[in-house]
């Protein structure tokens, strides 16, 4: 059975899109660990490792890099608890808080787009930590959350703490939730996952529903996905930062992105105003899609033929 395919998605990257830093830095602070000493053992650790014939994901070591801290004590006790407690640190950038549920608003608010039940849906997709996701503030206006994700177990003295990763998010496996969004796996595990063989028709929301929004070419392989299937691109910068500018013009000379700006969704400012006009834009396509649908099935409804009568005077 087709799907209405009635849902517009905003995809979200987080660090550096919707927050200015990483958002490991609360759980640094708290456990009073220098975090510039964290990322350079991160990045030096996997090229040593590499240097001995091992193979390294370099994108999530910073997972196994975390439980090396726990085994030594530095990060003593840390639970899934704890994560979802310190998201609640997280600061965002300017305007993102009132802009996740005024995007929504503008939709649903709209008389013409209600009346087809449009509506938008916004996820996030990192490479970070699910749990401080889950505990900031963002959480509440969020339809899903793809991120990194441990399993706990007892330490010697009986307290749950972080023991091994359970489910990892790179930037290439981030293509994979895309899809399983397009598909509506996160809505019916039970019944479809990512590989089900499912029609454009039969799938809940179709990528030219969808517009992805991140900072960096560390997000490349998704830009691609949802723009060579007919989605929207959109990239962000940090104002004041000149490489983070650059990057995000180089992503639109490489034809990545459709459009890019600074990481301001404040009222008014050009990043909300892009994305409100194309989310509307892709409301109104919508609508005209179930109009000529409905007009098309109105024009074949039968008629009553009337015979025609002879008048033999």
Not at 260 to 289: C, H, M
């Amino acid at each position: 059975m087709p799907e209405q395919q009635n849902k517009i998605a905003l995809i979200w990257d987080f660090d550096k899109t919707l927050i200015p830093e990483y958002m490991q830095a609360p759980l640094f602070d708290k456990y009073g660990i220098d975090q510039k000493v964290f990322w350079d053992e991160v990045n030096s650790i996997p090229v040593k490792l590499e240097k001995s014939g091992y193979r390294v994901n370099k994108e999530i070591y910073y997972l196994n890099h975390i439980l090396t801290y726990i085994k030594q004590d530095r990060l003593n006790g840390l639970d899934n608890k704890t994560l979802k407690e310190l998201g609640k640190k997280i600061d965002f950038f300017p305007g993102v808080l009132d802009f996740f549920p005024k995007i929504k608003e503008i939709i649903e608010k709209n008389a013409e787009f209600s009346s087809f039940d449009i509506e938008i849906e916004h996820y996030i997709i990192s490479t970070g930590l699910a749990e401080m996701i889950k505990g900031s503030d963002i959480a509440p206006f969020v339809c899903d959350i793809w991120g990194c994700e441990y399993l706990e177990e007892p330490d010697s003295e009986g307290k749950k703490t972080l023991s091994q990763i359970i489910y990892s998010i790179d930037n290439t496996t981030k293509t994979k939730a895309i899809f399983e969004i397009n598909k509506g796996v996160n809505k019916h595990p039970e019944y479809i996952n990512v590989n089900s063989l499912l029609s454009e028709e039969e799938r809940r929301i179709p990528f030219c529903n969808m517009i992805y929004i991140a900072d960096g070419p560390s997000d490349i392989p998704v830009f691609s996905v949802v723009k060579r299937n007919g989605g929207l691109t959109y990239a962000v910068y940090k104002q004041g930062d000149e490489k983070s500018f650059e990057q995000a013009d180089n992503l639109r000379v490489d034809g990545r992105i459709h459009m890019y700006g600074p990481a301001n969704f404040e009222e008014d400012s050009q990043t909300s105003n892009w994305l409100i006009l194309q989310v509307k834009n892709i409301a109104k396509r919508i609508v005209e899609s179930k109009k000529s649908i409905y007009t098309k099935a109105g024009s074949r409804i039968p008629a009553h033929i009337v015979d025609e009568i002879s008048n033999n005077n």
